[in-house]
């Protein structure tokens, strides 16, 4: 329920807009790469030039910058209108980028549609809003999303033996399991991604936390009033170029949530679309024979095994030659069998035997160590 109401629009007043006229930043040099500077196809003029204290739609008050990509910035707001803090993704001005952008919509269109009470639902990413910004070199989309805090991923870079305890790897799990159930059985989508990406398809840093935490978001804004993000100032100070500011650690953290639709597909016909990295390719899609929605539990195996063993390098062949048993030697006993017979469920080269989502998410593994 908490993270339903910081969801929902505050009725009142509209919040007004606060006055981000601090001078004393610190300028980067004109000869220093920064940001998306660094990325080796960057072009200034495909970004929005967005300023701190700018207003977009009306509504949305850039409070800083959360951070960057190739193909987007993401920026902490307030929304005037809803009296609370969104996360604003903008991206790059491109034509080719059009078309996944629509297909992007169309998927959160599809999630948003459904009226079912599915406990998984809580567990996929909400779009809040879209729009285009215009820019002086053209059309930018805009998504505006809850703000979350950070990854699994980064969550198990916390912990100096790069692995998940078993309890939060299985919390995680089922909120992974019940998302998808979710998309599989409510929404019709499979969450596969594209041959170009660089990683698992269901990945460790698409999953990311809430945050129950709104103090988080009001010491964002006077970090930036009181001490302002340092930028770099180019074309004459017509564009900014500003360096990414982190949340703070919540106090409260909100559930796992799923995330990363840009690849996903609908569940209504025969699929026999190339998908997926090489080394993490479903043995359907390897055969090039008609796959479904039981990739996204090869993938969610691949991420699992990963996430035990403590092995997130892009070079790790999951399965291979070398048998389960062998490649999990941190459990013990009990747990590590009940854990390793959960992970045939899911590494099945046949896609029929695998198991379904909703019979995962009530793994005995999983039950066990929530």
Known sequence: MASLLRRLPWPGRAWRPITFSNPNFTRISLDEKIEEELFPDYIASRYYPVR???????????????????????WLARD???????????????????????HEL???????????????REAVRNLL???????????????????????????????????????VLAFILRRLFLAL????????????????????????????????????FTKFEEQELHHPSPRKL?????????????????KDWGAPILCDFGSAVVDDREHLEDVQPDIYRAPEVILEAPWSNKIDIWNT????????IGDFRPDIPVPSNVP???????????????????????LQWDPVRRSSAKELAEDEWIMDNI
């Open 301 to 308: 195996g691949c991420m699992n095994l990963a996430c035990i």
């Open 324 to 346: 389960l048993e062998e490649r999990e030697t941190h459990l013990e006993g009990e747990n590590r069998d009940k854990f390793l017979a959960m992970m045939r469920k899911m």
């Open 234 to 250: 180019v074309d004459d100070g017509r564009r900014v170029i500003y360096s990414s500011r982190e949340l703070q650690m919540p």
């Open 129 to 167: 809003d879209s729009f285009d910004v215009f820019g002086p070199d053209g059309s930018h989309r805009c998504l505006v999303h809850p703000p979350l805090w950070e990854s699994a991923l980064a969550f198990l870079h916390r912990n100096p033996v790069r692995r998940l305890p078993s309890p």
């Open 80 to 102: 005037l209108d809803g009296r609370r803090h969104v996360a604003l993704k903008l991206f790059v001005n491109s034509e080719s980028l059009g078309k996944q952008l629509e």
């Open 52 to 74: 701190i204290g700018e207003v977009l739609r009306d509504r949305y008050q850039i409070v800083g910058k959360l951070g960057f990509g190739a193909t987007s910035t993401v």
């Open 181 to 216: 159930d979710f998309l599989h059985s409510e929404c019709r989508i499979i969450h596969t991604d594209g041959a170009d990406c660089h990683g698992t398809v269901i990945k460790a840093d698409d999953i990311m936390f809430g945050i129950n935490d709104d103090s988080v």
């Open 106 to 120: 169309s998927m959160y269109r599809r999630t948003s549609i459904s009226v079912a009470k599915h406990p998984g």
